[in-house]
């Protein structure tokens, strides 16, 4: 290895689980000289930003948490928000990202100049380096609903991510625009505050797969703790049950059909069996196929949507007055409070930094066609630019950590090109990303996302903004970089 560029310096945007993962890897491959640049006052990333009431993870503790800093001591299969951003925060401070990270910086621009990437901030500084991580998430720029007098409302109106520190809930009549995973989790909390009046406002039923949660006693953490084993155990029964459950929803063969049968009709059994009303569960019968929009997991929104203090409404917004909703039936919904669960935009981003690569090429100069990055991590034009999680990362029913951890595996193994003096610049070749895209659009036809639901997993024209091929093959692609896609100076 050259001894002078043995510590290229590297710039992460975003102290999230994804930037905390990139900039451990990072020190474990000897690179140190690292910045972090976070906009808000903690780190976290979603987990900072939802803690709406119930918020939790529907992927099991065991399988949400690093490769490299297993946790004996998670408190039950599913782990709520708290308790995950509770765990980050430990892992951060134990291997002294600390020590890189600069909060209450928003990076402004982004611009690659003469074989660097300058970074301006919030903070009126410019940071230079030779690799820059976009670590900044896929769904954190809320989507609001584009509903007639929404500003009207009189009442407290929040999107669930957008939770406030404190809020007096005893009482009152609360609305909740929405019925996806969010809201599931979000529901059952409000209906059983005290003396709430609860209505929900479904657009769509969902498909939702029981998830029963199970508290680890003092003797399943000791057990942990003594024999590491079982937690890995655990973690790969769980990440081959979603690994399975991604099969089904992207493989039209026979194994492929035969499991999207036996997930749809384990969800179907489970409706039935839990919703006793039949013209409750008639409107929540979903009318699409088995994951084509992402799949609920959940075991508190079917018993509590059935207590009296909650309504069910499926008429349809027309629009929202001072005083609350008005369905397409005419009947106002009186509401203290208005809940949109209504998900995120997952084009986002690094967006809306100036963000420009080579010659000052913009990012929506570069998107203008389509949001792609080859094998989701690499632009033309943005050299010794990687962006984590980028568009078509297997995001879904799966373990982003895991996904994280093989981005930041490929990418650092790039970087040691550059320390071995075999390129100044690498980036992905135009044509690489054109094959990139057809691929996709090959393999997209076969899944269930391709099945006519409208869900975030699309994009405007209907080309996948996830993997839309198994875990297995992704993890494949992912072992090696494909030097044929990539052109280095
Ligand atoms: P989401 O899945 O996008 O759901 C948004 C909900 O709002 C849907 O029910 C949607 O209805 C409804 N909606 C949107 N605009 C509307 C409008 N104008 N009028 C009426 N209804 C409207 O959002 P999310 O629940 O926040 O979840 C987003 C993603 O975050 C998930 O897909 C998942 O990847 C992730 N997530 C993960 C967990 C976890 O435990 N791991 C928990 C929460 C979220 P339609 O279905 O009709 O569009």
């Known amino acids: 290895m050259n001894p002078d560029r043995q510590n290229p310096s590297v710039i992460i945007i975003g102290a999230g689980m994804t930037g905390i993962a990139v900039a451990i890897k990072l020190q ?32 099991p ?45 928003g990076v402004i621009s982004c611009h690659y100049q003469q074989g660097k990437w300058m970074v301006q901030t ?33 009442g407290i109106a929040m999107h ?36 709430t009046d609860v209505t929900v406002f479904q657009r769509t039923a969902q498909w939702l797969v029981e998830a029963k949660n199970k508290p680890y006693s003092e003797a399943d953490k000791k057990r942990y703790r003594e024999k590491p084993a079982r937690m890995e155990l655990v973690k790969k029964i769980s990440l081959s049950v979603f690994a399975q459950g991604t099969s089904a929803l992207v493989k039209d063969n026979l194994w492929g059909r035969l499991m999207h049968k036996l997930f749809a009709w384990n969800a ?65 919904h009186r509401l203290d409070i208005l809940v949109m669960a209504t998900g995120f935009n997952p084009a986002a981003f690094m967006r809306p930094m100036d963000f420009r690569g080579r010659g000052g090429l913009s990012i929506e100069d570069a998107w203008q066609k389509k949001i792609s990055a080859s094998r989701s991590l690499l632009i033309p034009g943005f050299p010794n630019f990687f962006l984590m999680l980028g568009p078509n990362s297997p995001i879904g029913n799966y373990s982003v950590i895991a996904m994280s951890e093989m981005q930041a595996d490929y990418c650092i193994s790039l970087i040691k090109g550059w320390q071995e003096n075999t390129f100044n610049e690498i980036e992905a070749r135009p044509q690489a990303v054109e094959r990139w895209r057809a691929m996709l659009k090959s393999k997209m036809s076969h899944t269930v996302w391709a099945s006519g639901c409208q869900s975030w997993y699309l994009d405007k024209d209907g080309d996948p903004l996830t993997w839309p091929d198994t875990w297995k093959n992704w993890v494949a692609m992912m072992q090696a970089p494909d030097t044929d896609s990539l052109v280095t100076d």
Not at 78 to 105: C, P
Not at 163 to 179: A, F, H, M, S
């Open 160 to 195: 669930s991510a957008r939770w406030p520190e404190k809020i007096d809930l005893k009482g009152k009549r609360i609305g909740v625009i929405g019925t996806g995973s969010s809201a599931a989790q979000l529901i059952p909390e409000l209906i059983n505050s005290e003396g």
């Open 28 to 59: 474990q491959a000897g690179i140190t000289r690292i910045t972090v640049l976070e906009k808000a006052e903690t780190i976290g990333g979603t987990w900072r930003e939802n803690r709406y009431p119930g918020v939790a993870c529907d992927v």
């Open 268 to 332: 179907k059994r489970y409706l039935h069996h839990s919703i006793k009303d039949p013209v409750l569960r008639e409107k929540l019968t979903p009318r699409y196929k088995f994951g084509c929009k992402r799949v609920v997991m959940n075991c508190t929104f079917y018993p509590a949507i059935q207590k009296p203090n909650a309504h069910l409404v499926t008429e349809g917004i027309d629009h929202i007055e001072a005083d609350g909703v008005v369905t397409r039936d005419g009947k106002l």
């Open 61 to 105: 503790s065991h399988a949400y948490t690093y490769s490299f800093e297993p946790n004996p001591e998670w408190s039950s299969f599913f782990a709520d928000g708290k308790e995950i951003y509770e765990y980050f925060k430990r892992v951060y401070l134990k291997y002294g990202i600390d020590q890189y990270t600069h909060l209450n910086e």
């Open 122 to 154: 919030t903070q009126n500084k410019t940071y230079e380096a030779d690799f820059l991580f976009s670590a900044t998430g896929i769904l954190h720029q809320p989507l609001y609903p584009n509903i007639p007098g929404l500003d009207k409302f009189a």
